[in-house]
């Protein structure tokens, strides 16, 4: 595994945005690589993508596809020999830059939704939260799953890295007032705040997002010694469930921030399961899907059923309630 052709001489270049979770992110993927190919050098290159400097709506920007292809463009010039991603933030709707393909995804983190409250808070789920309580998110289909469970609530936006909305959480910092605020488990894994988690969604309470807890790592198509490597840091696992809860998506032809959840697991056997889900954003009117498929070389496929099964649920007309301007 050591004699990975034209690796001897070069040193590895991992683009990755320059927020705190998204250069742990690098460092993982660059730690796994250094532990199957002994003697490699690595090197992070945190890139200031166009959305971490944006303040205004994120529909307004483009979309959430603006943190991804900074870096993107970066590894399509080769300045950068892999982009490193949370496939959640790549766009379902759009292919990815010429040349550039998802050549490798480590082990998947938990891809659950948490609640977290304010440090002086004691509410411990959003049954302790009060009539009109503030829970704060920016994300279209946490928000419908909120207001399916409790339709008082609000649900301002809140923006920015993680460590930024935990401080306007607790108003350490001016923008937030909110009783609570959902986010990621992966991402509080990754940045060792897991002692903030007040209460986790199961499933059923609120359906991941399509790719959550997913790392998805870029390379060019052409580059067969990046290539080579990527392979041996993948987990086809984790490549399957992503598959499948992306073939759903893609089939879906969703707006960039669409309000879709995906969540696909595997059991003992092999056997995949993948629960599928849009809403609109009142989270009153949702189509749901659950189908699986026998081992991981059918995960396009069961996405691709998923997707037409969530059509033939209304999928679309329940879609395009929540478009930009619609
Ligand atoms: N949209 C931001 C984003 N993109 C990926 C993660 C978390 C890590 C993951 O789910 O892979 C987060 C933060 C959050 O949603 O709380």
């Not at 959430?64 to 379902?92: I, M, N, S, T, Y």
């Not at 669409?258 to 009153?284: E, K, N, Q």
Request: charged content about 20%.
């Amino acid at each position: 595994m050591t004699d990975i052709p034209g690796f001897v001489e070069r040193t590895l270049r991992i683009g990755t945005r320059s927020s705190p979770m998204a250069l742990v992110q690098a460092g993982h993927v660059a730690d796994l690589l250094r532990s199957r190919v002994p003697g490699l050098a690595t090197q992070t290159v945190p890139i200031t993508a166009s959305g971490d400097t944006w303040t205004g709506s994120l529909t307004e920007a483009g979309g959430k596809g603006l943190f991804v292809k900074d870096v993107d463009l970066r590894l399509q010039q080769g300045e950068v020999d892999v982009a490193v991603h949370c496939l959640k933030d790549v766009p379902g709707d759009q292919p990815l830059p010429d040349g550039l393909v998802f050549a490798a995804t480590p082990p998947r983190a938990d891809p659950l939704d948490v609640l977290l409250v304010p440090e002086a808070s004691t509410a411990a789920s959003l049954a302790d939260l009060p009539h009109g309580a503030a829970v704060a998110t920016s994300s279209v289909r946490r928000r419908a799953q909120l207001l399916a469970q409790r339709p008082d609530l609000r649900t301002p936006e809140v923006r920015g890295a993680v460590g930024t909305r935990l401080e306007k959480l607790d108003g350490l910092r001016d923008g937030l007032e909110a009783d609570a605020m959902v986010l990621a488990k992966a991402g509080l894994l990754r940045l060792g705040l897991t002692h903030r988690i007040r209460y986790e969604f199961p499933p059923t309470e609120m359906l991941p997002a399509v790719g959550a807890g997913v790392l998805a790592v870029h390379c060019r198509h052409d580059d067969d010694a990046v290539l080579a490597m990527l392979r041996l840091i993948d987990d086809p696992r984790t490549h399957a469930e992503a598959t499948a809860e992306r073939s759903m998506l893609q089939g879906l032809d969703g707006h960039c921030n669409s309000p879709v959840a995906g969540h696909c697991t595997t059991d003992d056997t092999g056997r995949l399961t993948l629960h599928g889900m849009v809403f609109t954003p009142d989270g009153r009117h949702t189509a749901h899907t659950q189908l699986g498929a026998p081992s991981a070389e059918s995960a396009a496929d069961l996405g691709t059923r998923a997707c037409t099964e969530l059509l033939r649920g209304g999928a679309r007309a329940i879609i395009d309630v929540s478009a930009p301007g619609g």
